[in-house]
């Protein structure tokens, strides 16, 4: 088994990949990605990926000149050649490789790569005990909904959560609401059994984990809301948890160094977890993996 990287056609060890130094990525942040979980050698919600990856390459003005099945032979590929079974894949396009310019790239060809490497799985502590956050000012630039390679806020905000033994950064707007996490979407459960989470105005990135949940949500008759929500009103939550790609579905259980609810992970936080594993089960079976 082994961590492998997709440049130009070619694959290779992941430790040994190279990119272009005039890749326009690399000088501007000018390009977009997708992070998708491999489960058992196959990956999790592909088809939605696609469908953000499709979006957020149209919001800066980038041309694929591949196609979705392009992608899936490439994914596949990966799977099949590095033999993992628990894995991230991470793909990325840039603008193009070309002389550094603000200006446009004339006959701009799109620099797509992508790699797989192992993904150990969540600490069961985290799962037992849930994981601390800490609240910080909400930096980051106007469209933190479109997927870009520009991420030094979110970078930064992690860091600092790190600096103070905590698992995320949940980021507050100026007018006090909350929007998401450095790397994650944030819920509240409400003391009537209501989950509420930030609407998608713009201000959050859309996550796949969120959207499955929501959807898992609905399909069990759970009372939920999308709907702002203030820091007083998160600190006053029964529960807290956040969704991600990597971790699914996690407990919140520490804000600012205060406990949240009990001070341990909820029931129906630690319910929707179970449901989410079970969507990825069913998901995952009725995926195709065949090489190219």
């Known amino acids: 088994m082994a961590d492998l990287a997709w440049i130009n056609g070619e694959i290779c060890d992941l430790n040994e990949a190279k990119v272009p130094f005039l890749d326009h990525g690399y000088f501007f942040g000018y390009g977009v990605y997708e992070a998708l979980k491999v489960y058992e ?20 003005r980038i041309q694929p000149d591949f196609t979705r099945s392009d992608l899936k032979a490439i994914v596949n590929d990966l799977i099949l050649k590095s ?45 037992q005990f849930g994981v601390k956050a800490v609240i910080l000012k909400d930096d980051r630039w106007a469209h933190p909904y479109i997927k870009t390679l520009n ?19 949940i980021l507050v707007r100026e007018n006090g609401y909350i929007s998401e996490a450095a790397s994650s979407n944030v819920f509240a ?31 069990n008759n759970l009372k939920f809301k999308e709907e702002y929500f203030t820091v007083q009103q ?6 807290v948890f956040v969704t991600n790609t990597g971790a699914e579905v996690l407990a919140v259980t520490n804000l600012d160094g205060e406990p949240v609810g009990s001070g341990k992970p909820g029931a129906l936080t630690q319910r929707l977890y179970e449901l989410f594993m079970e969507k990825v089960r069913q998901d995952i079976k009725n995926y195709e993996l065949i090489a190219k």
């Not at 991470?90 to 799109?110: C, D, E, F, W």
């Not at 609407?199 to 499955?212: A, C, E, H, N, T």
Request: hydrophobic share 40%; glycine share 6%.
């Open 41 to 60: 050698g196959k990956p999790f919600a592909f088809e939605e990926h696609m469908d953000r990856f499709d979006r957020s390459m149209k919001e800066i």
């Open 83 to 127: 033999g993992l079974q628990d894995a991230m894949v991470y793909m990325q396009v840039t603008r193009g490789v070309a002389p550094r310019s603000h200006g446009i790239l004339k006959n701009a060809k799109p620099f797509l790569t992508m790699f797989i490497s192992y993904l150990p799985p969540v600490p069961e502590k985290y799962r």
């Open 151 to 169: 991420l030094l806020p979110n970078v930064l905000a992690k860091q600092i959560a790190e600096e103070h033994d905590a698992y995320e950064a």
């Open 189 to 219: 459960v409400l003391d009537d059994d209501t989950i509420i989470t930030a609407p998608l105005d713009g201000k959050i990135l859309g996550g796949i984990s969120r959207q499955v949940l929501i959807k898992i949500i609905a399909e």
């Open 234 to 239: 998160l600190k006053q939550a029964r529960e």
